[in-house]
């Protein structure tokens, strides 16, 4: 019994050694070529490795960051890709800091006060889930229009503040789990609801704030569509849509370039997974099991 | 602020006008960001819309003209097939990984990390890489493939319109982590004890995973399934990233967001566009549906009272 068992583990030991190796490989693949000099990233059959230690480009990093052709000083002093950057984190910084009060406000007017209407109207946002992203494209990009917004940052930031269903969702479950004494004692106390939500439930509730925020955060940095529709200065790109210059500028791309440009805007994220991989894991198994 | 007694005759009230306002940024919302915009979106599909006039009424044109639109029919055929492929494999490949996680061996973090950060590359990045990747001439995959005994000419990959869908479908396979997860979260409620009744009444452990594992895990590849087909129907990003937008070759990835994408915004047919957002959220609604329908038959859920947190 224990002999066969234990050929299990080995078998999955290898199983999950191969496939591992799999899922990584094309982030290898995106590295290393990320080094080469352009004439070794078209050579038959490829190269994996950069031919020799002396021939590793990290100049390619610096190009990408600098890039010289398409950077003019006069006009902006900051170069383009850095731009996107600092365009990104704009948008990350305003878009995480509404999405957590305004979720977390609406939340705690759901899960913790009653008010007639209220399960209709949380069943209602709930039920917004549901519907596409395209049935309400056209409207919304023509009421940002009728505003003026269309070609600035705001349609890309504003929306945070007015909540969204998901967040709402996961936060409101949270709220529940802290004990409603806390709340009556602070209310005998004489502490008003804001003074409730913020000195009783919000240090309670840190750690799925910490989760809305950083899934909020993911997906401002991976967010393609909203300034493809609402960006139309290549000044405020952000990386997203940004990396699309890297791509075949002139004829042939520079897949060394793409690459490159590709792992910076990669790293972040894989930055930040490392250092909050807790709240991922718990976010991602909190949304799971009951959405 | 007000005293005790005070705020106890007017308490009623009180609670009531704050629960509203903690939540009026959501009713607002709800209003600005959905009610308003899926009524308008409904009424403009049955107009001439371009955004820079106003709409005009032109009744159930736009409805006619899809029905005999080509584009139309490849882009919907394109996303059924991408739908029926990637979702179903998707859920088996994170099922499959996570009941290997699930093996108690050491190290099963750094696995679990491995599988799950493909998931958090930004779309446009992993569209990049997998031009590059599924390069037909430099790219990764055929250089491997070369490799292989027998094949001599490997596939042109997203240049060869019987090549382009699978190879989209891989990468989104390559992104299961994040079900992965919620899989393995699954895994670990599943009771310790039936494993070990099992193997005591000598049941193989394939036996024991079809009729202990499997059953168990139901509500949860039901979610993925659901989830997977609503997302699925409004793939997007990397249609758009890895053909330039164009769709190609031969509009084999030409999938329904991106050619209801480029009729709002490239021909400002927005009407049109609207009409197409509707007749895919129709379809969401009867997918989602036939899931949730049959779903009684097969989710199996631990306890009656479980929604009632």
Not at chain 1, 66 to 88: A, H, I, Q, S
Not at chain 2, 52 to 80: C, H, I, M, Q
Not at chain 2, 235 to 247: E, I, L
Not at chain 2, 264 to 278: N, P
Request: aromatic fraction near 14%; proline fraction near 6%.
């Amino acid at each position: 019994m224990a002999a066969k068992s234990l050929l299990g583990k080995l078998l999955a030991l290898l199983a999950l050694s191969a496939l591992s190796v799999t899922f990584i490989a094309p982030l290898a693949w995106m590295i290393l070529t990320s080094l080469k000099p352009l004439d070794e990233t078209m050579s038959m059959p490829p190269k994996w490795l950069p031919s020799s230690v002396e021939t590793i480009q990290w100049e390619n990093y610096v190009k990408v960051i600098v890039d010289k052709d398409r950077w003019d000083p006069d006009e902006d002093p900051v170069p383009p890709f850095l731009r996107y950057g600092l365009n990104t984190l704009y948008l990350v910084v305003l878009g995480v800091v509404g999405t957590v009060i305004s979720n977390a406000l609406i939340a705690y007017g759901f899960a913790r006060i009653r008010w007639p209407g209220r399960d209709v109207v949380f069943a209602l946002t709930l039920a917004t889930m549901m519907i596409p992203f395209p049935v309400i494209m056209v409207p919304v990009f023509a009421i940002f229009r009728e505003l003026g917004w269309v070609g600035s940052f705001k349609p890309l930031w504003v929306p945070a503040w007015f909540g969204s269903a998901f967040n709402i969702f996961l936060l409101r479950q949270f709220f529940r789990t802290i004990p409603t004494e806390l709340s009556d004692a602070a209310r005998i106390d004489g502490c008003s609801e804001l003074g409730i939500f913020w000195n009783v439930v919000v240090p309670l509730s840190k750690p799925a704030l910490a989760v809305v925020a950083l899934f909020h955060f993911m997906y401002v940095w991976n967010d393609f569509l909203g300034p493809l529709i609402y960006l139309t200065d290549q000044k405020m790109f952000t990386l997203s849509l940004g990396l699309q210059f890297y791509q075949s500028q002139h004829g042939g791309t520079e897949w060394n370039l793409l690459m490159a440009a590709s792992t910076l805007i990669v790293l972040p994220l894989i930055v930040v997974f490392f250092f909050t991989q807790r709240s991922f894991i718990q976010g991602i198994s909190l949304t799971g099991l009951k959405g | 602020m007000a005293s005790t007694s005070a705020r106890r005759s007017r308490g009623w009230l009180r609670t009531e006008l704050t629960g509203l306002l903690f939540s009026s940024p959501a009713i607002i919302g709800l209003a600005a960001v959905m009610a308003y915009p899926v009524a308008a979106s409904l009424y403009y599909s049955f107009c001439n819309y371009s955004v820079l006039k106003p709409p005009t009424w032109v009744g159930t044109a736009n409805y006619e003209r899809l029905l005999t639109d080509e584009l139309f029919w490849t882009s919907l055929w394109n996303t059924l097939y991408f739908a029926a492929f990637s979702v179903p494999l998707g859920i088996i490949v994170a099922f499959l990984l996570a009941l290997l996680l699930n093996v108690k061996v050491r190290g099963m973090t750094v696995y679990r990390t491995i599988f799950y950060i493909p998931s958090i590359v930004p779309m446009v990045a992993s569209s990049v890489l997998w031009i590059w990747l599924f390069n037909p001439q430099y790219g990764a995959v055929n250089a491997l493939l070369r490799h292989v005994p027998g094949i001599s000419d490997p596939p042109g990959w997203l240049s060869d319109p019987a090549w382009a869908k699978p190879t989209i479908i891989l990468w989104s396979i390559w992104g299961v982590g994040n079900t992965v997860v919620i899989f393995l979260a699954g895994l670990q409620g599943v009771p310790q004890a039936l494993y070990e009744a099992a193997e005591v009444d000598g049941a193989s452990p394939w036996q024991r995973t079809l009729s202990i594992t499997v059953p168990y895990m139901t509500p949860y590849l039901f979610f993925a399934l659901v989830m997977g087909l609503i997302g699925s129907f409004q793939f997007f990003t990397p249609a758009m990233v890895m053909t330039n937008g164009t769709g190609g070759p031969a509009d084999s990835t030409m999938f329904y967001a991106l050619n209801l994408f480029h009729r709002a915004f490239s021909d400002f047919k927005m009407g049109y566009a609207c009409a197409m957002a509707w007749v895919l959220f129709i379809l969401v609604v009867i997918a989602t549906l036939v899931v949730v329908k049959s779903s009684a038959r097969y989710v199996y859920y631990e306890s009656a009272d479980e929604g009632a947190v």
